[in-house]
């Protein structure tokens, strides 16, 4: 009986370490296409143009891999074929990716100046959020000196209809792409507040616009506020919303009036400091005596 358990432990031993090698084997073959995809589109790029053949000498690869590899890239649109030379060369489609991570990486560096001012001033906390599908990220953040606990880290997402992030970023959007985008949502209520449906978000968006703010009174957690601009970038489109978050408690007769003036001047020098022009206001043209 004892050498009888004993096998069975020694076979179930085995079988956890055959397991461990394969998930060992699969992790390691994907890392290794992941290098191939990379090594082929690198030296797409250096030649500018190149074929099949080329491809599979110059990186060591037979030509059935880096004929499969090439297809792929070019379903996804990275790589495109010249009809008259049957030779490969990269598409606008990487460069689309590096100027939105590029355009991520000013957005970060020139909110942070602003948002550790308005930290320092109010002490709360303060968030920089960005439009994910069908909900916001938040990609920069200024903890409260209070030590406030939110249910918000960078890289955390959150509903747009419960939150000021979010209610801001559907107010810039054409209205017929905001429906669109919350066609996609699931309203889940996180405290009673919380609105409940894609026209009840729509019905506030133009006034949310009018008055150039997004506020989350208790919709998204109970006892919480929150205030959010707009961020536009050069073109004039809202990129990012950014925020500032504090308990109901600690909201006086100016509170609100205050932060929203804060917002908004922090709002304008981080879209101006990304190329933004705000548009003039109209002249008014006095009535001529009748």
């Known amino acids: 009986m ?7 432990k020694d076979d179930g031993t085995a079988q956890a370490q055959d397991a461990e090698n394969a998930d060992c084997g699969e992790r390691g073959e994907s890392a290794s296409s992941i290098g191939r995809v990379f090594a082929i589109l690198g030296a797409i790029g250096d030649s500018g143009q190149i074929g099949i053949s080329e491809l599979s000498q110059r990186l060591g690869m037979s030509k059935t891999t880096v004929h499969r590899v090439i ?29 939105k991570a590029l355009e991520s990486v000013d957005l970060v560096r ?39 606990r939110m249910q918000s880290r960078i890289g955390r997402r959150n509903p747009l209809h419960s939150t000021a992030i979010g209610k801001v970023l559907l107010a810039w959007m054409d209205p ?7 066609s996609h949502v699931e309203f889940r209520k996180s405290t ?8 009840a978000v729509l019905s506030i968006l133009p006034h949310v616009r009018e008055q150039g703010y997004g506020e989350d009174n208790e919709e998204q957690e109970e006892g919480l506020r929150c205030l959010a601009v707009p961020v ?32 908004k001047k922090s709002g304008l020098a981080i879209s101006t400091r990304l190329g933004y022009r705000q548009a003039p206001a109209p002249q008014q043209i006095a009535a001529e005596p009748g």
């Open 110 to 148: 020139e909110a942070d100046v602003e948002m550790r001012r308005i930290g320092e001033a109010t002490r709360e906390a303060v968030h920089l959020g960005a439009f994910d599908e069908d909900a916001i990220i938040y990609i920069h953040k200024i903890d409260a000196d209070y030590g406030l």
């Open 176 to 182: 017929a792409d905001a429906r669109e985008v919350l």
């Open 71 to 99: 297809q792929t890239l070019k379903a996804l649109g990275y790589v495109t074929q010249e009809v008259e030379t049957e030779r490969y060369r990269l598409t606008i489609r990487l460069f689309e990716l590096g100027a």
């Open 192 to 199: 009673q507040k919380t609105l409940s449906s894609a026209e």
């Open 2 to 8: 004892a050498s009888t358990g004993k096998q069975r």
């Open 232 to 263: 536009f970038d050069r073109f004039g489109r809202v990129i990012a919303g950014l925020s500032i978050s504090f308990p109901t408690m600690r909201c006086g007769a100016d509170t609100k009036s205050h932060y929203v003036a804060l917002l």
